[in-house]
């Protein structure tokens, strides 16, 4: 009788026991909820939208290359290896901005917003705010990398063509560009998918982040825009040409 009380205190004892870490894991799950994922269907689409069309972007660079190797290996004579060779360099002196181009795209101008006429009153201080905030060069690098990343082929900025070397940057109460200052209003002319430029434009906040400066941005589709090549004259430092073996 003895060891049957105990067997049955044991049974009760291990019963308590598992009952006592279900509620701890439920108290523990109740006082540390997992954040689920705040942002709307709206916004996920979109920004499966923008992965797509960088994961396009991606697979007509990789066929293009495999077109051109198969050139390159393809090619029967001297003067048809010669003729792809052209064809790539007058490529690639297009991408580095170095050539004239033309396109679809779109023309951005930077102006000043309507000034209210009555001032803005802090509801804690209750005097008039100050804005003494202006354009700077990080809101136009901001606003060129929004478009460079959103297939953007070529942007200027007051007809100064950025390059990969480009460079933005305050040089007192001014803004430069490589070795040019610029000045306000700005217009920024970018070629590609007006569209899609337009679109990540909105996504980013790019209208209310200049509204903070007062100023307001007007856009404007162009079935065709030029942008003209980088004036820039470039001086080579640090590169040397590679002698091959055999070379003297």
């Known amino acids: 009788m003895l060891q049957k009380s105990r067997k049955i205190t044991f049974i009760l004892a291990i019963i308590s026991a598992i009952i006592g870490v279900m509620l701890a894991v439920q108290l523990r799950s109740s006082l540390h909820p997992v954040h689920k994922e705040s942002r709307s269907i709206a916004e996920l689409r979109t920004t499966l939208q923008k992965e797509l069309e960088k994961h396009k972007n991606l697979l007509a660079d990789i066929s293009k290359y495999n077109q051109l190797y198969y050139q390159y290996e393809t090619a029967l004579s001297e003067d048809e290896s010669i003729s792809v060779m052209k064809e790539e360099l007058e490529r690639n002196r297009r991408m580095a901005g170095m050539v004239e181009v033309e396109g679809e795209g779109i023309v951005l101008e930077v102006v000043d917003a309507h000034t209210p006429t ?8 209750q005097v008039p705010v100050v804005g003494e905030y202006t354009i700077d060069d990080e809101d136009l690098r901001w606003l060129v990398n929004i478009l ?16 990969a070397t480009s460079a933005i940057r305050n040089v007192g109460a001014v803004i430069q560009i490589d070795t040019r200052t610029i000045q306000p209003p700005y217009e920024i002319k ?7 430029l337009l679109s990540a434009m909105k996504l980013e906040g790019v209208e209310e ?28 430092q640090f590169m040397k040409p590679v002698k091959e073996k055999g070379d003297s």
Do not use: W
């Open 118 to 125: 009555e001032p803005i009153l802090d509801e804690h201080m």
């Open 148 to 163: 460079f990343a959103n297939g953007a082929q070529a942007v200027s900025i007051n007809d100064h063509r950025l390059i």
């Open 190 to 196: 970018a070629l590609g998918e007006p569209d899609v």
């Open 209 to 236: 982040n200049f509204q903070l400066a007062n100023k307001k941005v007007l856009a404007e589709k162009r079935d065709k825009l030029l942008i003209s090549a980088n004036k820039e004259t470039r001086v080579i």
